[in-house]
């Protein structure tokens, strides 16, 4: 988890990823850890639809409580709504 970030009684692990690390073991290991969400912002192009290939061909049981985005996406001002749903 290279961040955490706590709203409304739900805790959200943010990984960022720049390609070089197993992103698929950090989100097991922040929901195995106990947060409510984790957030997967990917720093390069073509990096989020590769980690979100990644999470469909694993057996995560809880993978819709982690959600991989863009760092474009994450910075539009409306983004953080649907992060507490």
Request: proline content about 1%.
């Amino acid at each position: 988890m290279d961040l955490e970030a706590r709203k409304e009684g739900k805790k959200i692990a943010v990984e960022v990823e720049t390609g070089k690390s197993d992103a698929i073991y950090n989100v097991r290991k922040d929901l195995e850890a106990g947060y409510d969400r984790v957030l997967v912002v990917c720093l390069q192009e073509g990096l989020r639809s590769r980690v979100r290939e990644q999470m469909g061909k694993v057996d995560l049981a809880e993978k819709g409580r982690a959600l991989i985005e863009n760092l474009k996406e994450v910075l539009n001002p409306t983004f953080a709504r649907g992060l507490t749903a």
